[in-house]
């Protein structure tokens, strides 16, 4: 079975301006071919650190997957690179140099010269074809190894992979087909998880299982392989399956379900509406309900009551209440979310109030601690919480805990 290593080039990649979203996208798409990455590597716009980077990568797997550095400026690098790695000199190729003319002229701009050196490829190499962009990617081979030079805007790279890189290799991943299936949890600790997974964790096990941790969103990864697309999707299946069952409620989805899509999509089937109060999270929980298509449909009203002032005078809960037990409180978030319900007479309400930081804590009351309550009827199920990190963490965490207590509400309601 080949084996892969991607290079990512740009300075722009190591200075923390722009984030390498390519790599995780070609990952994938070479999986799903059969093809596994081994290794990645980053390297700045140094023509030397570029071409040993080309020699390692070599070294590690039968496949190189570039991308960046194919622009027209005098830092974009990996075309000379190339030459250099494999001992040639660049070729101007008249076609692609009318090519990229065309692509100015149909814009009715002049092509600047600089765009000249993007016609240029290494001696025996061959273009890949950029409908997106004027910036040719590079196919070459060098003992018994293959190269893929592309662009490293995302849009342009995407196109070339799928047009002219993904076709070229689906052979080389023949016998082997990997199917991912996504097993999305909240609710618990990756530890937690871990532990009631125990063996399905073991390195080796077909089909392989890895957990990724986002806010508090728990992903695991079914990686299954078979000699047949059938016998892999049977394999990831099966487990999926064992994993409903396992960790019960803890799921909420699969694949790229989110928590807002699977509460949305509830709401919408038995017609079920919710409304909103948030005080810490400032609007972000009624921004990820609203996030999804569609939310007119279940989302009625929502009220930021950032102050106390705003809690009593908006949805009137009493102000001797919060005198008596402080704004953050079980008391409070009940008190909001009841009202926040009788308002607009929705099926539900949710009512968060807290503390984000990084100043505001106490000892009795630390930044982090946030009440969170869910309105069906006049019964209201209220958390308390302690998050961490920070304030960003603290008010993305309040609003997905909320998300989840209305979603488990929902099992309630069946």
Known sequence: MI??????IGNELLNGHTTDTNCPYICSRLLSIGIPVVSVYT???????????????????????????????????TRQAFAELLG???????????????????????MPEKNAIQACVPKGASALENPFGTAPGIFAKMKRKLFFAMPGVPVEMK??????????????????????????CFGAGE???????????????????????????????????????????????????????????????????????????????????VTVAESC????????ITDVPGASEYFTHGWITYSNKAKTELLGVPKKLIEKHGAVSEQVASAMAIAARKKVKSDFAVAITG????????????????????????????????????????????????????????????
């Open 43 to 77: 390297v700045g716009d140094d023509i030397k650190q570029i071409v040993r980077s080309f020699k390692r990568a070599a070294e590690d797997a039968g496949l190189v997957i570039v991308t960046g550095g194919l622009g027209p400026t005098d830092d974009d690098l």
């Open 191 to 273: 530890s937690a998880l871990a532990e009631k997974l125990g063996d399905l964790l073991a390195r080796g096990r077909n089909p392989l299982i890895n957990i990724t941790v986002s806010s508090g969103v728990i992903t695991l990864h079914v990686v299954a392989c078979a000699r047949t697309k059938k016998q892999a999707e049977q394999m990831a299946k099966k487990d999926v399956n064992y994993l409903r069952s396992l960790l019960g409620d803890i799921i909420f989805g699969v694949d790229e379900q989110t928590l807002p899509e699977v509460v949305g999509e509830w709401l919408a089937r038995n017609r079920k509406t």
């Open 159 to 184: 196109e070339m992979l799928e047009k002219s890189v993904l076709p070229r290799l689906a052979k080389k991943g023949a016998g082997s087909f990997t199917i991912i299936k996504k097993v999305r």
């Open 355 to 414: 503390i984000a930081g990084p100043a505001g804590g106490s000892k009795q009351k630390p930044v982090g601690l946030v009440y969170i309550s869910v309105c069906d009827g006049d019964d209201c199920q209220t958390k308390k919480c302690l998050f961490s990190y920070t304030r960003d963490l603290i008010r993305t965490r309040a609003a997905l805990t909320a998300l989840n207590m209305l979603r488990l509400s929902f099992e309630m309601e069946k």
């Open 3 to 8: 084996k892969a290593c991607i290079v990512s």
């Open 88 to 110: 040639v000199k660049l070729q101007l190729k008249p076609a692609l140099l009318r090519d990229i003319r065309k692509f100015f002229a149909d814009r009715g701009l002049p």
């Open 281 to 288: 999270t400032g609007g972000l929980l009624t921004k990820l």
